[in-house]
T-cell receptor
Framework: AQTVTQSQPEMSVQEAETVTLSCTYD???????LFWYKQPPSRQMILVIR??????QNATENRFSVNFQKAAKSFSLKISDSQLGDAAMYFC????????????FGTGTSLTVIP | IAGITQAPTSQILAAGRRMTLRCTQD?????MYWYRQDLGLGLRLIHY???????GKGEVPDGYSVSRANTDDFPLTLASAVPSQTSVYFC???????????FGSGTQLSVL
């Protein structure tokens, strides 16, 4: 099974500043998909951003962007101009199109935004 | 509103009891999944189904069973609950190949 590692259990950022959440993964596949999900205290799982491994261009969604380094198997999330509403648990996820279409999740990073 | 419905929202269960967590989606997604979420462990896949009539085991299948009689429903059964099955359970679905997971709102299960 693929392994997804989030080495930062907790992070904090000042409001309006930038923060980067780290994610690495282990795979022998060349074609796959990567995701960042946000889970606020409401428990709802919200997709933040999605990256296709065959695309070299880093995905961007408004204040959220990724740094995808395929050779290094790294997929970090950058949040710019942090807002209080960004406070949540963030999960990195890997989807394999081959091994039963399964999604593999990291253990999560809890982000605190300091006013 | 299209999406995934999970029931119940929360449940307290005595150890040894049987429990079925319900999951229904109206998006006609082929693939459905059950995850459990535990602090410090993230989301771990219990069982999945890529299409109606087929199921597969995930990372932590022991003590759980699923069925997929039709496209919309994917119930998760705990045959004889144990305290280590205390967790938040999420049902999810997706179209095949690369698209995102859609999640239900989760079931908080406490086994005493």
């Amino acid at each position: 099974a693929q392994t997804v590692t989030q080495s930062q259990p907790e992070m904090s950022v000042q409001e309006a500043e930038t923060v980067t959440l780290s994610c690495t993964y282990d795979t022998s596949e060349s074609d796959y998909y990567l995701f960042w999900y946000k889970q606020p205290p409401s428990r709802q799982m919200i997709l933040v951003i999605r990256q296709e491994a065959y695309k070299q261009q880093n995905a961007t969604e408004n204040r959220f962007s990724v740094n995808f380094q395929k050779a290094a198997k790294s997929f970090s999330l950058k949040i710019s101009d942090s807002q209080l509403g960004d406070a949540a648990m963030y999960f990195c996820a890997y989807r394999s199109p081959n091994t039963g279409n399964q999604f593999y999740f990291g253990t999560g990073t809890s982000l605190t935004v300091i006013p | 509103i299209a999406g995934i419905t999970q029931a119940p929202t929360s449940q307290i269960l005595a150890a040894g009891r049987r429990m079925t967590l319900r999951c229904t989606q109206d998006m006609r997604h082929n693939a459905m999944y059950w995850y459990r979420q535990d602090l410090g462990l993230g989301l771990r896949l219990i069982h999945y189904s890529n299409t109606a009539g087929t199921t597969g085991k995930g990372e932590v299948p022991d003590g759980y069973s699923v069925s997929r009689a039709n496209t919309d429903d994917f119930p998760l059964t705990l045959a004889s609950a144990v305290p280590s099955q205390t967790s938040v359970y999420f049902c999810a679905s997706s179209v095949q190949r690369g698209e995102k997971l859609f999640f239900g709102s989760g079931t908080q299960l406490s086994v005493l």
